[in-house]
T-cell receptor, first 113, second 113 residues
Framework: DTEVTQTPKHLVMGMTNKKSLKCEQHMGHRAMYWYKQKAKKPPELMFVYSYEKLSINESVPSRFSPECPNSSLLNLHLHALQPEDSALYLC????????????FGPGTRLTVT | GQQVMQIPQYQHVQEGEDFTTYCNSSTTLSNIQWYKQRPGGHPVFLIQLVKSGEVKKQKRLTFQFGEAKKNSSLHITATQTTDVGTYFCAGRQSGGSNYKLTFGKGTLLTVNP
């Protein structure tokens, strides 16, 4: 199984809502990532978890809160988002650090109204 | 911080023509990876280059890593409509975080049948 799954595929939320994005992999990968991608732009790293511990936070606003409940799951909790946060949110995983290929999930298309 | 420049931003070719995209880093890279993202899709890993001057081939795709490990290129011979998508390079800065890849802005390739 070389698949990273993400739910939901699409999400529309108001600025006062709380929602969560979910990501799952069963490849035994020890690193998991959240990226944000705007249209016609490259993926922009948000967070990295390594061995279930937060390794990198790229100065992401606190309205985004990551969580890694176990080695296979990664969540991104969303609260009080702004319209400019609308984007494709990609989860990825890799066996180890950046010398290993990253497997990306299909993403969650988020629209903040 | 590390920057990875990628050119051209767009390339439109006739089917059968060749295509090349170039990446240039402001700092020495430990490794560079290439990803392809189809329209509406997610990035998919193509290859990783690690050694100075390394050249790797995958069928019609040829990847090169510069001698100084600051630049890389992807060349596609005789493009096909299935090659359509955005090609991203992503590099890890020497001495930088083991988990952070810096993506180039990508080159969008369109192929006219």
């Amino acid at each position: 199984d070389t698949e990273v799954t993400q739910t939901p595929k699409h999400l529309v939320m108001g600025m006062t809502n709380k929602k969560s994005l979910k990501c799952e992999q069963h490849m035994g990968h020890r690193a998991m990532y959240w990226y944000k991608q705007k249209a016609k732009k490259p993926p922009e790293l948000m967070f990295v978890y390594s061995y279930e511990k937060l390794s990198i936070n790229e100065s992401v606003p606190s309205r985004f809160s990551p969580e890694c409940p176990n080695s296979s799951l990664l969540n991104l909790h969303l609260h009080a988002l702004q319209p400019e946060d609308s984007a494709l949110y990609l989860c990825a995983s890799s066996l180890g650090g950046s010398s290993y290929e990253q497997y990306f999930g299909p993403g969650t298309r988020l629209t903040v109204t | 911080g590390q920057q990875v420049m990628q050119i051209p931003q767009y390339q439109h070719v006739q089917e059968g023509e060749d295509f090349t995209t170039y990446c240039n880093s402001s700092t020495t890279l430990s490794n560079i990876q290439w990803y392809k993202q189809r329209p509406g899709g997610h990035p998919v890993f193509l290859i990783q280059l690690v050694k100075s001057g390394e050249v790797k081939k995958q069928k019609r795709l040829t990847f090169q890593f510069g001698e100084a490990k600051k630049n890389s290129s992807l060349h596609i011979t005789a493009t096909q409509t299935t090659d359509v998508g955005t090609y991203f390079c992503a590099g890890r800065q020497s001495g930088g975080s083991n988990y952070k890849l810096t993506f180039g802005k990508g080159t969008l390739l369109t192929v006219n049948p």
